[in-house]
């Protein structure tokens, strides 16, 4: 353990070391480069909020709902002080306490109301998730305060009940695709489709692969046959089928989790996969259904959540963001310029000889044409 004394001493030699690394002339004017304190295996969260406070179209809508009129403390209002704090830095470098927005995690979920390592993907899903049913409950409260304004007949907006329906949100508009889930009949070749939304997608891992090879297996085609033969609409009966998912509408922000973790039955435990996957800086999906719009939509990495060790419950979590040209690592507090060639060693092992590694975990893909 650090002293108080040379916690501020270490943290401060590396915001010097920082600062001068990337050089006055080369410091983006309106950008500040901070750590965040470790407040006892809270590496998940800090590694999350790194990664999304980089990316841009997240930030700036965190930040904007600061200036919302005064609301009661919850996880957003939490997260839009501690971006805002970054934000409004005299200092370019150096490191907060996201303080209250751990302590209001832990209030909300006892599943991070401790000191155990948990799972940073597990965190994302629920920041987000949160967020977005907040904003829809902001809304719908503000819609049910209008309904006593003159001019709105007992109390419905507009004559109708249709205004409260659940309404998409920015986190929505930010992260939000479509997959589509298409079924053809070999026997009659009729094909239904279904879609689903999604804010992240999670693809399979293989040895020695890439991210263009892992989203092309979430889409290869899967055929329904035997007990598993699809109910055909058309045919009235049991047949066999092609199946496939295809990604239809493609988000802002593309958050893609790489399954790591496998429940292993004969230790029954989770075990990492350390498989090395290519992750591009630039990306282009292949796994388009033909009717998407903008299928050729390309994207710029700009963060990635890594996870360090060997496994879920046993490691840590780091992040590596592009700003401004160049490329930055988060290790909780500690912050450090890297080479853009640093950031093979982040693809995992190329062998299983040895479990562990630093692996990319979680992707966040920026769409250029934002």
């Known amino acids: ?30 950008e500040h480069y901070f750590g965040l304190v470790n407040f006892g295996n809270t590496c998940y969260c800090n590694s999350v909020l790194q990664a999304l406070y980089f990316c841009k179209p997240f930030r700036d809508r965190v930040l904007a709902y600061k200036t919302a009129p005064k609301k009661k403390e919850t996880l957003l209002t939490c997260l839009s002080d501690l971006f805002n704090s970054i934000n409004t830095q005299k200092k370019k470098v150096g490191v ?27 965190f994302l899903i629920y920041l987000l998730n949160t967020i977005a049913d907040l904003l829809q409950a902001e809304r719908k409260a503000d819609k049910i305060a209008g ?4 001019g709105t007949p007992n109390g419905i907006i507009n004559g109708n009940n249709n205004d409260m329906k659940t309404e998409p949100t920015w986190i929505h508009e930010i ?20 879609d689903e939304d999604f804010l992240d997608l999670s693809v399979d891992v293989e040895q020695n692969t890439s991210i263009t090879h892992c989203l092309r297996g979430f889409s290869n085609t899967e055929t329904l046959c035997h007990e598993y033969k699809y109910y055909c609409e058309t045919c009235c009966s049991k047949q066999e089928a092609q199946k496939r998912m295809q990604v239809k509408k493609l988000p ?10 496998k429940y292993m039955e004969q230790s029954h435990r989770y075990t990492k996969l350390s498989y090395r996957v290519v992750f591009p800086l630039e990306l282009r999906l292949m796994n388009t259904s033909d009717d ?10 700009v963060s990635v959540v890594v996870h360090c060790g060997s496994g879920p419950n046993r490691g840590h979590y780091i992040t590596i963001v592009k700003s401004f040209g160049f490329w930055l690592l ?35 893909y920026q769409a250029r044409d934002l």
């Open 1 to 30: 353990m650090y002293s108080c004394f040379s916690l501020v001493s270490r943290m401060g030699a590396n915001a010097s070391a920082l600062e001068k690394e990337i050089g006055s002339d080369q410091f983006p004017p309106s």
């Open 175 to 194: 992260f939000q695709g479509t997959l589509t889930n298409e079924t053809r009949c070999l026997c009659c070749e009729g094909v239904s489709s279904k």
């Open 96 to 122: 907060v306490a996201p303080k209250k927005f751990v302590a209001r995690l832990k209030k909300e979920n006892e599943v991070f109301d401790n000191y155990m390592q948990q799972d940073a993907h597990e």
């Open 252 to 261: 802002q922000l593309l958050a893609l989790h790489l399954k790591r973790f």
């Open 292 to 301: 998407a719009e903008a299928p050729d939509k390309l994207y710029d990495l």
């Open 147 to 150: 309904k006593g304004k003159p």
């Open 330 to 364: 988060f290790d909780d507090d500690m912050v450090e310029k890297i080479e853009i060639s640093s950031i093979e060693e982040f693809y995992g092992l190329a062998t299983e000889v040895q479990k562990n590694s630093d692996s990319g975990y979680i992707l966040f």
